[in-house]
């Protein structure tokens, strides 16, 4: 076994539910089911060989040979609920007090009854409502009308999405520890780098050079290899110069299930 992908062993017999954040493109890569693997920077780590991953649970030695672990590395059969940028319904008043204050709205754990819409899927709908009359908001304003009784979309960043609000779960099927660079084409494909005019996109390019691919504008140039697409990928979402760091990773891999993870069963 090469020294750069150490694979975790069955799980440590007790599954755990956590959260994972996922971009809107990662998002439609799951939702379109091109993606069955996230890689995952794998802080406080020595940059040296793992000595071993038991249970889920990485272990190393320090530059002292003393030995520590990392507990966090999620094992086989955990499952993981999708945190994605989205949007909620929110009126413009929910009262006052005795005093005269305005009522806060309720901490979104709370907001269950509340309509929501997922950025990935584009923006929400311009709704006609009693504050904005049958057209919604202005168009180009960025700004959504919600349906009544409700006000105005507010968009919210993937770390702030609850669990109730959740719409994809992924179960753990593999994890890996390696070197970022250590991904293969295949690995690459599974990570749901888009194909795009029979090679794969270039993620982050700056080009006015454009065409039209199944009614949408990409750009004209395309990555020969779906590596080197993972490669733009990851300088676009982690910055210059993060792929030639060539950092510890945790790969995952995940069976992704189009449901809330409290609508999924608990497999024994």
């Not at 709704?127 to 304003?141: E, T």
């Not at 099927?173 to 270039?202: C, K, M, N």
């Not at 030639?244 to 449901?259: E, K, L, M, Q, V």
Request: glycine letters at 8%; aromatic letters at 10%; one cysteine or more.
């Amino acid at each position: 076994m090469a020294d750069d992908d150490i694979p975790g062993n069955a799980g440590r017999g007790t599954i755990m539910d956590r959260p994972i954040l996922f971009s809107a493109p990662m998002v439609r890569a799951n939702l379109d089911e091109r993606k069955t693997q996230t890689r995952r920077v794998l802080d406080a780590w020595c940059d040296e060989p793992p000595a071993f991953v038991e249970n889920g649970i990485v272990s190393a030695y320090d530059e002292n040979d003393h030995p520590y672990r990392w507990p966090k590395t999620n094992a086989i059969g955990d499952r993981l609920w999708v945190r994605e940028a989205w949007w909620i319904a929110t009126r413009y008043s929910y009262g006052t007090t005795p005093g005269g204050d305005e009522v806060p709205p309720a901490p979104l754990a709370y907001r269950h009854s509340d309509p929501i819409h997922y950025a990935a899927d584009g923006n929400p709908p311009n709704c006609a409502n009693k504050h904005y009359g049958p057209n919604g908001l202005r168009p180009g304003s960025g700004a959504f009308a919600a349906p009544d009784p409700y006000a105005v979309w507010i968009k919210k960043p993937s770390i702030h999405m609850p669990r109730w609000a959740s719409r994809l779960t992924l179960i753990v099927t593999d994890v890996r520890v390696q070197r970022l660079q250590y991904i293969s084409e295949a690995d690459a494909v599974a990570e749901g780098v888009e194909p795009l005019h029979g090679g794969w996109f270039p993620y982050g390019i700056s080009t006015s050079m454009t065409t039209i691919q199944d009614g949408r504008e990409v750009p004209a140039q395309h990555c020969t290899s779906a590596r080197d697409s993972f490669r733009m990928l990851w300088e676009h979402i982690n910055g210059k110069r993060s792929w030639d760091a060539n950092p510890w990773i945790i790969a995952y891999t995940y069976h992704a299930i189009n449901r809330n993870i409290d609508q999924i069963e608990v497999q024994p």
